[in-house]
């Protein structure tokens, strides 16, 4: 378990390097992007699916079809459900910066929306009342935008060596913001995927192709309840949702 954390940690430290920042590079995200060409029925209108988030949305170092919000809009192509996908992953982002732009990213219509932020301003330090701030008025933006919009949060985890108390509430920040909010909760993003070696690129943080595929399988566990949609069928099992190799 310690190991664990280690390199959780020493990957969690290269959110916060220069080269994580968008640039442009391989796998990074830009702020309002569908995740990939949708296959869904052509006759229905499709509902917005907003991915709002950092390096982990954008799929930093991932060919954009291997980020897992691309896997959870193949997934939904492969049950014809009408929705799109929009990633709007940007890498090196805090609760802050979301906050900065988030007006702009709700220019579009959105119908679900999943937040993805806040693992940034653990890794610097950030008192959580500024980070549970921002992410408060992100949220209230979003409803005031969208009322009848869904909300889910993804939840983060900092390492130990910030410290027992810091580390505790960091965690239990999402939770209480879930309930406040009456957001379903992803308990925890990388959940299945951190400290893993093999399941990790180099920095020891950003999934690999494999473990975009467990991060999807997270995300799809609590999505799957919030579509409206009766009667869905998944014709072309296994899907790319589930867990399993890069190949």
């Known amino acids: 378990m310690k190991r664990a954390y280690l390199l959780l940690f020493a990957g969690f430290l290269c959110l916060l390097a220069p080269a994580c920042t968008s640039d442009g590079s391989k796998g990074e995200g830009t702020e309002t992007k569908e995740a990939a060409p949708a296959a869904a029925s052509a006759n229905k209108p499709r509902k917005t699916i907003l ?5 982990l949305t954008a799929g930093y170092g991932l060919d954009p079809a291997e980020s897992f919000p691309s896997l959870i ?3 939904l192509d492969s049950l014809r459900a009408p929705y799109k ?7 090196g982002e805090t609760s802050s910066g979301g906050n900065s732009r988030i007006d702009w990213i709700l220019r579009q219509p959105v119908d679900i929306f999943i937040l993805e932020l806040g693992a940034n301003d653990g890794l610097r330090g ?3 009342t500024e980070t549970k701030k921002n992410l408060q008025i992100i949220v209230d933006k979003v409803k005031a935008k969208y009322p009848g919009a869904k909300l889910i949060l993804a939840g983060m985890q900092v390492p130990p060596n910030m410290g027992p ?3 505790s509430n960091f965690r239990s920040l999402f939770a209480d913001l879930a309930q406040k909010n009456t957001m379903h909760l992803i308990p925890f993003l990388l959940e299945g995927v951190a400290g893993i070696k093999e399941l990790n690129q ?7 192709a494999g473990g975009a595929k467990i991060v999807a399988a997270n995300v799809w566990a609590v999505l799957k309840g919030e579509l409206s949609e009766p009667g869905l069928t998944s014709p072309h099992p296994p899907n790319p949702v589930n867990q399993g190799s890069d190949n």
Do not use: M, W
């Open 73 to 75: 809009q193949q997934k």
């Open 85 to 91: 996908v929009v990633n709007a992953g940007v890498s």
């Open 126 to 128: 950030i008192p959580l």
């Open 51 to 55: 991915f709002f988030g950092n390096s």
């Open 165 to 167: 108390e810091y580390t």
């Open 202 to 208: 180099a920095d020891g943080i950003h999934p690999t």
